[in-house]
């Protein structure tokens, strides 16, 4: 089960799912019994596998033996912001619950705990913080822990609340978007069946439970919109450790559609048969080698520049180059022996955005350096620009800033709202960003911090508009609305 057997593996869970969902059913209606008026709401976390693709055997227990609508309250950690960057993987693990909830959930609140609840846990400016972020990355409502310790005078609590007071038409804003519509930007593809993905001996025990989060794509911190929203996202990120699971239907239905990845998953698509649906071959190179930044339009500014990833600071990913390279394919980077340790000679195109055979769908896949966070300004660029070129960004950070950006779309793919927090304890510079198709051409910006924050309209096309905002505190997180 832990390993090739993944019949036996679904079979196991189909019976635990079963068993869950028979208890949790009777269980309600027990409470029921005596207390008919009871509403009924599951607090949980989708960071794991192990009870299959999405948690349905709970939530649909406490509907079909309530007859009500459900209410979520997820969570994922980060009890106190001594480690500011946490705040990213805990939003992202609350998109990835939510994004699995059924339509008869109607409320989906974060959890925020700040255990132990003492002064020098979570600073009052951290919980405004995650408060904002939860609610702009998915949550329709916040939930909190902090008058339970009683560890603290009340007057601390009393600051808590009064931060809470000070910041409600802000959250409200958030919220009423949040349950209405979508997170844009780059959707975090899982597939189908995620708890079949083959396992090997050599691996971890039950290594097939893990959930794709920010430890291995730290692209939230570069200005790369994730969401795990797969509803009115511009374009889909697939992480090779993700492809072994994908189902063929998966991979045809990926191949349709815009996508970000990295030479190594392309590698494993050809291996199970999909080499016709590209135009050259991946071929893996060893990591002394370094990226040069060729003359395309995507790089801009940053063409002729290299980049040599330090190994320190690089997330694992195997590098690759792609031969046999056609008109249907734009080479932003090519790999080049690294000019110390070897002979500095040209070995092939490294990043590249292609047309998929048959479906003219574009890819961008980067055969170096994709998964850190601790890049130069020139792969930060091409990154970014590289999602613009296969399926435009509801927001595009033009500066050179760790910036994270979590925009918010309607059914029609007009953007509504664009939350921006400075991801440093350096703060940034005013920094500019490109949105797309902005609901209307009034914007009404909103901070955690202050009561006012200073922008100006740099440019105004009929569909875009370009936004300079003033320089942002370190972790200052601000919202631009469109209306």
């Known amino acids: 089960m832990n390993y090739s057997d993944t019949a036996l593996r679904q079979r196991y869970i189909d019976f635990i799912r079963e068993g869950m969902y028979e208890v949790t059913y009777g269980a309600v209606k027990a409470w029921l019994a005596v207390a008919p008026d009871t509403r009924f709401g599951l607090e949980y976390e989708h960071m794991h596998n192990y009870h299959g693709a999405n948690d349905e055997h709970l939530l649909g227990a406490l509907h079909d033996a309530s007859g009500r609508e459900v209410e979520t309250r997820s969570g994922g950690g980060y009890y106190y912001d001594k480690s500011p960057w946490?705040?990213?993987?805990?939003?992202?693990?609350?998109?990835?619950?939510?994004?699995?909830?059924?339509?008869?959930?109607?409320?989906?609140?974060?959890?925020?705990?700040?255990?132990?609840?003492?002064?020098?846990?979570?600073?009052?400016?951290?919980?405004?913080?995650?408060?904002?972020?939860?609610?702009?990355?998915?949550?329709?409502?916040?939930?909190?822990?902090?008058?339970?310790?009683?560890?603290?005078?009340?007057?601390?609590?009393?600051?808590?609340?009064?931060?809470?007071?000070?910041?409600?038409?802000?959250?409200?804003?958030?919220?009423?978007?949040?349950?209405?519509?979508?997170?844009?930007?780059?959707?975090?593809?899982?597939?189908?069946?995620?708890?079949?993905?083959?396992?090997?001996?050599?691996?971890?025990?039950?290594?097939?439970?893990?959930?794709?989060?920010?430890?291995?794509?730290?692209?939230t911190r570069v200005g790369v919109p994730l969401t795990y929203d797969q509803r009115k996202h511009a374009a889909y990120l697939v992480h090779h450790s993700t492809v072994d699971a994908l189902t063929d239907r998966d991979i045809e239905f990926l191949l349709t559609h815009p996508v970000i990845t990295d030479g190594e998953s392309v590698a494993?698509?050809?291996?199970?048969?999909?080499?016709?649906?590209?135009?050259?071959?991946?071929?893996?190179?060893?990591?002394?080698?370094?990226?040069?930044?060729?003359?395309?339009?995507?790089?801009?500014?940053?063409?002729?520049?290299?980049?040599?990833?330090?190994?320190?600071?690089?997330?694992?990913?195997?590098?690759f180059v792609f031969d046999g390279i056609d008109e249907r394919t734009a080479v932003l980077g090519e790999a080049f022996r690294d000019s110390l340790l070897d002979d500095g000679s040209c070995m092939g195109a490294c990043t590249v955005v292609t047309e998929i055979q048959s479906s003219n769908?574009?890819?961008?896949?980067?055969?170096?350096?994709?998964?850190?966070?601790?890049?130069?300004?020139?792969?930060?660029?091409?990154?970014?620009?590289?999602?613009?070129?296969?399926?435009?960004?509801?927001?595009?950070?033009?500066?050179?800033?760790?910036?994270?950006?979590?925009?918010?779309?309607?059914?029609?793919?007009?953007?509504?709202?664009?939350?921006?927090?400075?991801?440093?304890?350096?703060?940034?510079?005013?920094?500019?960003?490109?949105?797309?198709?902005?609901?209307?051409?009034?914007i009404l910006a909103m901070s955690v911090r202050r009561p006012e924050i200073g922008f100006i309209v740099v440019e105004e096309e009929q569909d875009d508009v370009t936004v300079r905002i003033q320089a942002l505190e370190p972790y200052e997180i601000v919202t631009l609305f469109f209306e």
């Not at 958030?174 to 780059?186: D, E």
């Not at 709202?417 to 304890?425: F, R």
């Open 361 to 442: 769908a574009k890819w961008t896949i980067f055969g170096y350096s994709l998964w850190s966070n601790i890049i130069s300004s020139a792969k930060q660029n091409q990154i970014v620009g590289a999602l613009d070129a296969i399926g435009p960004m509801p927001v595009r950070l033009l500066s050179e800033e760790q910036v994270v950006a979590i925009p918010s779309v309607d059914e029609c793919g007009r953007t509504l709202s664009v939350t921006l927090e400075s991801a440093s304890q350096g703060g940034t510079e005013p920094f500019e960003v490109l949105v797309r198709k902005p609901r209307g051409k009034q």
């Open 86 to 219: 946490e705040q990213y993987s805990k939003a992202l693990c609350l998109s990835a619950a939510n994004s699995l909830l059924p339509p008869y959930v109607t409320a989906c609140v974060a959890e925020i705990e700040n255990l132990p609840g003492v002064v020098l846990g979570k600073s009052i400016g951290g919980i405004l913080n995650e408060g904002t972020l939860d609610l702009a990355i998915c949550c329709t409502g916040l939930t909190f822990t902090d008058v339970q310790s009683c560890h603290e005078p009340m007057e601390y609590y009393e600051k808590i609340f009064a931060g809470f007071s000070k910041i409600r038409p802000y959250w409200t804003k958030l919220s009423v978007i949040a349950k209405q519509h979508a997170r844009g930007g780059v959707a975090i593809y899982w597939g189908e069946a995620p708890q079949l993905a083959p396992s090997n001996r050599e691996d971890p025990l039950i290594a097939w439970d893990s959930v794709l989060l920010d430890k291995d794509i730290r692209l």
């Open 268 to 319: 494993k698509l050809f291996a199970r048969g999909f080499a016709d649906r590209f135009a050259f071959v991946p071929r893996p190179i060893d990591n002394r080698t370094e990226e040069h930044f060729t003359a395309s339009p995507i790089n801009r500014s940053k063409a002729g520049m290299f980049y040599n990833e330090n190994p320190y600071a690089a997330a694992p990913m195997q590098r």
